[in-house]
Each structure stands twice: as structure tokens, then as C-alpha cells.
């Protein structure tokens, strides 16, 4: 079953502009990961906060993590046509257990 | 370095007939996850295996499906008496030994699986 459930499904912005995705989830996670997919296909890993921490930054990517709310963010800033792809939030419990959203469809558009 | 690899990228059978899927993980990875993802969803957990030993199957969806793994390298899915429902990419991910598994996870390009 899924864990974690990304908002909006979908989004559409202009090149230049930022991105925010956002994911809820239901119980107590050791932390929390974000995974970009490129048509239907691999996932590439992209950072990974844990529960302890609150914010994150890697190159344009700011992540951050809510424990009490039980929610997390990806920003993207200044968005290329390039980041075009579906984001998917993964939650990890105990020392197994990764459940992933069903994703955003990001399109941005040239 | 090479990548996680899986074959075939793409296989279209007839429903009822058995299809294999092949994950060749990472060198030197200790730990190997199936997940399966229908068109437009998310991934659904199948199966961990921590060198050939499988802890947590409890993604299996149906006694249809089975997996095993030789050593630390490759590990095969297999679906039986495939059914239309079995239609999804079959994505597998390797992780390094000393994480712990819910770390970051290595992907492949998945199979695409088409049950006519």
C-alpha cells in the first residue's frame, strides 16, 4: 500500500519559474526521500532528509519536512524545460519498509 | 560505474503464459527491492531480498508471483499464468551494504510488461 501521497497530481509552469510539489503521509517515518522519473521508467534518487532534520538544499532543489504536520516539500527553482518528469515522495519506516506516492507530473513548458 | 540493469525492457505475451524479469543490481549491493507500477500510479512494493534471502515478501500480490535471488547478483521475477491485471513496468533497485535499506535506492530502466 502507498504512504505517502503527492499534491497536485499534476502542474504545469512556465520555463524560469519554481515548482512546488507537496506530500502528506500517515505514520512516523525515519525519513523521507524524493525520486524523479523520466517517462515511465528507472527513478533517479534526488535528496533525502530524515526525521530530525527540516530543511535540505541540493544545487536547485529545496526540500522540506514537517514531522508534526506529517508533510514534506520539494521546491525547484527556476525550472528548466529539462525538469520536465514525475516526482515521487518515498517514505521510510523502520529499517525496511520505503512505501512511494503515486506522484506529480511536472511540465514545464519552454 | 555500470548501473542497475534489468531485461528484457520491453515483453508482450499472451495472457496464461509464465514470463521471467532479470535484475542485475549494482556491483557489491547487498540488498535487491521489486516494485511494480501500473500505468499512471505509483510503485507498489513486491519483494526485498538482503543477499539471496528474501525478508519481506509481503508485496507478493498472488502465489503467481515468485522471485529469487543467486548470491549478491541477480535476481529473477517470475509471474505465472500471466493475467491482464499483471500489465505494469517492473522496476528493480539495488542499495549499497552499510545503509540501512530505506536509504537511497538504485534504480533500472524497468521491463515494461504487456499481457495481451
Known amino acids: 500500500s502507498q504512504q505517502g501521497e503527492e499534491d497536485p497530481q499534476a502542474l504545469s509552469i512556465q520555463e524560469g519559474e519554481n515548482a512546488t510539489m507537496n506530500c502528506s503521509y500517515k505514520t512516523s517515518i525515519n525519513n523521507l526521500q524524493w525520486y524523479r522519473q523520466n517517462s515511465g521508467r528507472g527513478l533517479v534518487h534526488l535528496i533525502l532528509?530524515?526525521?530530525?532534520?527540516r530543511e535540505k538544499h541540493s544545487g536547485r532543489l529545496r526540500v522540506t519536512l514537517d514531522t508534526s504536520k506529517k508533510s514534506s516539500s520539494l521546491l525547484i527553482t527556476a525550472s528548466r524545460a529539462a525538469d520536465t518528469a514525475s516526482y515521487f515522495c518515498a517514505t521510510a519506516r523502520g529499517t525496511t519498509d520505503m512505501r512511494f506516492g503515486a506522484g506529480t507530473r511536472l511540465t514545464v513548458k519552454p | 560505474g555500470a548501473g542497475v540493469s534489468q531485461s528484457p525492457s520491453n515483453k508482450v505475451t499472451e495472457k496464461g503464459k509464465d514470463v521471467e524479469l532479470r535484475c542485475d543490481p549494482i556491483s557489491g549491493h547487498t540488498a535487491l527491492y521489486w516494485y511494480r507500477q501500473r500505468l499512471g500510479q505509483g510503485l507498489e512494493f513486491l519483494i526485498y531480498?538482503?543477499?539471496?534471502?528474501?525478508?519481506?515478501k509481503s508485496g507478493l500480490p498472488s502465489d503467481r508471483f515468485s522471485a529469487e535471488r543467486t548470491g549478491e547478483s541477480v535476481s529473477t521475477l517470475t509471474i505465472q499464468r500471466t493475467q491482464q491485471e499483471d500489465s505494469a513496468v517492473y522496476l528493480c533497485a539495488s542499495s549499497p551494504p552499510g545503509l540501512a535499506v530505506t536509504d537511497t535506492q538504485y534504480f533500472g530502466p524497468g521491463t515494461r510488461l504487456t499481457v495481451l
Open positions: 531480498f538482503q543477499g539471496n534471502s528474501a525478508p519481506d
Open positions: 532528509i530524515r526525521s530530525n532534520e
